[in-house]
T-cell receptor, first 114, second 111 residues
């Protein structure tokens, strides 16, 4: 069975600084997708970034980028120029694609200090 | 267009009551998922629909949980004879091109 591990229950970062959230996963499959979702206190799960495993190039979305290491089964999220609005729970998720269920990690709570 | 919507946002039930949670997916999304999120945990898969067909219900924790999507759009998750361990946030997601988009969830509290 696929598993996703987020080893940092909580992280904090100063406003305007950079922070990296860790995620590792375990799968025997070669084709899959990886996601980072943000969940603020409102509970709305918001997609931050996605990565297709067959793509070697790391995905980026504005201030958000990933470091995808397929051999190491690692998928970390880097947030640059952190803003107060980035404070939330961040979940890493694995999916087989083709409209199949996602497997989530337990999340990392990110605090942003003004 | 509108995102995924869920209602009610909050539901308080007495133990033993039946509850029904509603999900309106993004228009045109064929696939719909239900997840359960316990306090301090990541979401866990419950069940999945493609159009009106329930293709996977392996995550439903007991036969008290039932989901339907009769016309391939709106879905309802029903929990019969609620128990305290059913207290959680129930998230619905619809999907397009391998990416799932989530609703705001329903927080169920069973007293």
């Amino acid at each position: 069975a696929q598993t996703v591990t987020q080893s940092q229950p909580e992280m904090s970062v100063q406003e305007a600084e950079t922070v990296t959230l860790s995620c590792t996963y375990d799968t025997s499959e070669s084709d899959y997708y990886l996601f980072w979702y943000k969940q603020p206190p409102s509970r709305q799960m918001i997609l931050v970034i996605r990565q297709e495993a067959y793509k070697q190039q790391n995905a980026t979305e504005n201030r958000f980028s990933v470091n995808f290491q397929k051999a190491a089964k690692s998928f970390s999220l880097k947030i640059s120029d952190s803003q107060l609005g980035d404070a939330a729970m961040y979940f890493c998720a694995w999916g087989r694609g083709g409209n199949t269920p996602l497997v989530f990690g337990k999340g990392t709570r990110l605090s942003v200090i003004a | 267009g509108a995102g995924v919507s869920q209602s009610p946002r909050y539901k308080v039930a007495k133990r033993g009551q039946d509850v029904a949670l509603r999900c309106d997916p993004i228009s045109g999304h064929v696939s719909l998922f239900w997840y359960q999120q316990a306090l301090g945990q990541g979401p866990e898969f419950l069940t999945y629909f493609q159009n009106e067909a329930q293709l996977d219900k392996s995550g439903l924790p007991s036969d008290r949980f039932f989901a339907e999507r009769p016309e391939g759009s709106v879905s309802t998750l029903k929990i019969q004879r609620t128990q305290q361990e059913d207290s959680a946030v129930y998230l619905c997601a619809s999907s397009h091109l391998d990416t799932q988009y989530f609703g705001p969830g329903t927080r169920l509290t069973v007293l």
